[in-house]
């Protein structure tokens, strides 16, 4: 490596510039927040070789070793700019060429790492106010680019030629044979033969190559009759140019074939296109995290260090508007985050000291100091881009059938052209060639090969945005054919926190008192119970200040002691001595059943019991409170005729309570998972088709056992979920959006199927009996796939769904 | 009808020019992304 101290010292401790702390108020940050704020920044990652490998590659030029780099151009949009940036470059020491593209905004710097660095230059970029960011996965975009433009050169040359073919061959179409002069006759066709030969030569190539990779592996793929088909029209055709009196007889089908060819690779650049679009929005979901960021160093500084130096355990300075690093720890007082990555929607989430941030959601407000907990294929964000790449490679069943049936299907192709052609050479030589010709294209089960994935890939991406992830693509199948749906009680119908229902106090004791007593042991606690108290207890305890020490926060205090016994509870010893505890009725020393009888309790929910040195001091009443969205989303499910079941493991009284609720009727309460197991397989013997609803942590086999599963909110490491669909938004609306979405994909799948299958059924034997040209087949063949992948993208919408924000959507563009 | 002996080489080589002509725009970079042009009204920069 041509930097060994960068090895040694990869992140130059570099303090931030202070202004970068203060850009922007939250206001103009809401607009634009998805890209980075100012141009003034520090370039150092661009120079550690770790990073340097995304984007850079050893070249040689004239005996020197040179690094060849494509970074990207952040702010350049016209060819001004263009001009700007590369006299920014040219011409400095070090740079031996640069190129600047201003349509793709990359840059191609050509530099000589033993005379500059490349965080030099960016600097000098930087000056004049644009700004150099390496591109991740710059390599392979670029690669990307070249296909498609080499596709599209490709199209182009046939389409022209096809259209002069077809001026050369209009004298033919309108006269009589021999009225045309031989002279210029044989002009003619020999102007159609030299655009035909670019046609052939060039722009038929991909499918050559890919007829030529078949063959050497000794299969028969979908181009080798479309191969064949090319070649034996350019073949006849040019012998019929050259020796009109040849064997090869008199007729040329120039025309036919350029046109053919243009079709074929017009729907074939079409669907590159729609591919490139779904491969650009997982581009886009992967390149949320940012390239680098501030770690904090022990003298409380910071350091821009890459991504790839981050560790466990570092705390970081996210600024507002960039995405965090990793799945973190909220240190400072709050974080503001934008989540839309799990819920499908942007708005601000207030994220409290303690609480976590996912890698991939965007600071929104301040800067924010986060230790970082997870990183890379560990995070939420890692999870699902490995899951949407699982899920995106996945073949369906179908499409392996297809596979399978392929070979043998084209074989019967090439024998019944074969079979066509030498049955007209009988009746009429001149159309034995097009009649076999179109049967080889006819015949292409293109259409049908596209119609099942295509679909179930566009659902499957429109529910992405949406939060919800599709595990298994053939689960939309099933979902169709469901007819029962199984709620497990926690977490999915109701909350996955409790909230505070009521506070029974001791005589004498105000409920407010009892809050302020139980703050400093809620508010030391994670306990969904503590914190549910301490949400209550915190307005109250700041403004009437502990009076043993008026001026600190409860919680600081240094002379009371609180300690957490894990299961149980909390105990705080009293500076003045004497001992405060919070939690269960054992860990208080009392009799439950006594309580109950008392009133101090009630039977129904959980409580928490605070007691001090008199005893019982009160009771803290929790309520599991029902999701919002559950009366609504259940009422739904049974008006679209599913029948609703409750399966918990809870007591039969708080179970009963929430159906009640929700006015579900079929409940099974106190329910193991092996009873769980049993209810569910009981109901399937019954001929029931079950869809199970859980938190996907506690459910792995009945989910596993049902039909269809769904796992709601993310509490759950998705990998180890065991569910088809996953829920990340936790909205149960998003059930019955599914279900629908199911629905609509399998009736335009079949729609599809139909269309694809009835299309090659009909044309087969129209063609065989010569009742299709060559032309017109192809044409048939381009269309009815782009038919096929047109009716699939209408799936890439969900109905009752928000467009999504133009502005939104040109601003994540504008960061890829 | 003998200047088609010219004109049908001439259509040959003008089509040939504008394939060329069409070549250099294209790995110029003017079709890679045939979209922004659209887009860019929606940003605010």
């Known amino acids: 490596m041509s930097n060994p101290t960068l090895i040694e010292q990869p992140g130059i401790a570099v303090v931030a510039p202070e202004q970068r702390a203060q850009a922007g108020g939250l206001a103009g940050l809401l607009g634009q927040h998805r890209g980075p704020l100012t141009v003034d920044d520090d370039f150092v990652v661009l120079d550690d070789p770790l990073e340097q490998e995304d984007f850079s590659h050893a070249i040689e030029v004239d005996g020197r070793a040179l690094q060849e780099s494509i970074l990207m151009v952040q702010g350049m949009y016209c060819p001004a700019c263009t001009e700007t940036v590369e006299s920014a470059l040219a011409g400095r020491k070090g740079v031996v060429s640069v190129q600047v593209h201003a349509a793709t905004r990359r840059v191609t710097l050509r530099w000589d790492p033993a005379q500059t660095l490349l965080s030099a230059l960016a600097r000098d970029v930087g000056q004049t106010g644009y700004r150099l960011l390496p591109m991740r996965q710059a390599l392979s975009v670029e690669h990307r680019l070249a296909e498609t433009r080499l596709l599209m050169w490709r199209l182009f040359v046939a389409a022209f030629c096809t259209m002069q073919v077809m001026m050369y061959s209009w004298p033919f179409y309108i006269t009589e044979p021999g009225e045309i002069e031989p002279v210029y006759d044989q002009l003619l066709r020999m102007a159609n033969w030299m655009l035909s030969v670019p046609v052939v030569m060039f722009s038929s190539m991909p499918f050559f190559q890919s007829a030529w990779r078949d063959l050497k592996l000794g299969r028969i793929g979908m181009d080798m009759p479309v191969s064949v088909g090319i070649l034996v029209t350019f073949i006849a055709s040019t012998g019929a140019t050259f020796d009109p009196t040849g064997v090869w007889g008199h007729e040329i089908w120039f025309d036919s074939l350029t046109m053919f060819v243009f079709f074929l690779l017009g729907g074939r650049y079409l669907q590159s296109r729609l591919r490139d679009r779904t491969a650009g929005s997982l581009d886009a979901l992967m390149n949320r995290l940012p390239e680098q960021c501030e770690r904090q160093l022990a003298d409380a500084s910071f350091e821009i260090v890459s991504l790839k130096r981050l560790r466990v355990g570092d705390v970081l300075r996210v600024q507002a508007g960039q995405a965090f690093p990793g799945d973190a720890t909220v240190l400072g007082e709050s974080a503001t985050v934008d989540e839309a990555l799990l819920t499908g929607e942007s708005q601000p989430v207030t994220r409290l000291r303690g609480q976590s941030v996912v890698a991939g959601s965007y600071n929104l407000a301040g800067s924010a100091l986060v230790r970082i907990d997870k990183i890379g294929r560990d995070t939420r964000f890692g999870q699902i881009v490995s899951l949407m790449e699982q899920a995106s490679t996945e073949k369906p069943d179908l499409v392996k059938l297809a596979d399978r049936i392929a070979g043998p299907f084209l074989i019967l192709v090439l024998l019944s052209a074969g079979f066509g052609a030498w049955y007209w050479w009988q009746i009429d030589p001149a159309l034995a060639v097009p009649i076999a010709v179109a049967v080889l294209v006819a015949t292409c089960p293109c259409a049908l090969a596209l119609s099942t994935p295509s679909a179930m890939l566009a659902s499957a991406g429109a529910l992405a945005q949406r939060g919800i992830l599709v595990r298994r693509l053939l689960a939309f199948e099933a979902l169709c054919k469901i007819d029962t749906v199984v709620f497990d009680k926690t977490g999915t119908l109701t909350q996955d926190r409790v909230v505070l229902r009521e506070v029974i106090v001791r005589p004498g004791l105000e409920r407010e008192q009892a809050l302020r007593m139980a703050w400093p042991l809620a508010s030391a606690s994670l306990h969904p119970v503590s914190r549910a108290i301490a949400v209550q207890a915190q307005p109250l305890a700041s403004n009437a200040p502990n009076p043993s020490d008026p001026g600190s926060a409860p919680v600081a205090e240094p002379v009371d002691l609180v300690q957490e016994r894990p299961g149980s509870g909390l105990v705080l010893e009293r500076a003045g001595g004497g001992q405060w505890r919070l939690g269960s009725a054992d860990l208080c020393e009392l009799d439950e059943a006594h309580l109950l009888e008392q009133g101090r309790s009630v039977a129904d929910a959980p409580c928490a019991f605070l007691c001090d040195e008199h005893g019982w001091a009160a009771t803290f009443v929790m309520d599991e409170g029902v999701r919002a969205d559950a009366p609504a989303a259940v009422a739904e499910l049974r008006e679209m005729g599913f029948a609703v079941h409750l399966l918990s493991g809870d007591r039969l009284g708080a179970v009963q309570r929430v159906a009640q609720q929700l006015g579900i009727e079929q409940v099974v309460a106190g329910a193991s998972p092996e009873r769980k197991l049993e209810v569910v397989a009981a109901l399937q013997q019954q001929g029931a088709q079950i869809a199970m609803v859980g938190d996907g942590m506690n459910d792995g086999p009945v989910l596993a056992r049902a039909q269809v599963s769904f796992a709601l909110g993310h509490g759950a490491p998705l990998t180890q979920s065991q569910s088809d669909f996953v829920v990340q938004s936790g909205r149960l609306s998003e059930l019955v959006q599914t279900v629908r979405q199911a629905r609509r994909t399998l009736r335009i799948l079949k729609q599809n199927l139909c269309w694809a299958g009835g299309y090659n059924a009909s044309m087969v034997p129209l063609a065989i009996a010569g009742y299709v040209p060559p032309w017109l087949a192809g044409l048939g063949m381009a269309l009815s796939s782009f038919l096929v992948i047109g009716n699939a993208m209408r799936l890439s919408r969900l109905p009752g769904m928000p467009v999504p924000d133009p502005a939104a959507a040109a601003a994540a563009l504008s960061v890829r | ?45």
């Open chain 2, 1 to 45: 009808m003998e200047s088609l002996f010219l004109l049908i080489p001439l259509s040959v080589v003008l089509v040939l020019a504008i394939m060329a002509v069409f070549w250099w725009a294209l790995y110029n970079g003017q079709y890679d992304n045939i979209e922004r042009e659209g887009e860019r009204i929606l940003k605010d920069d």
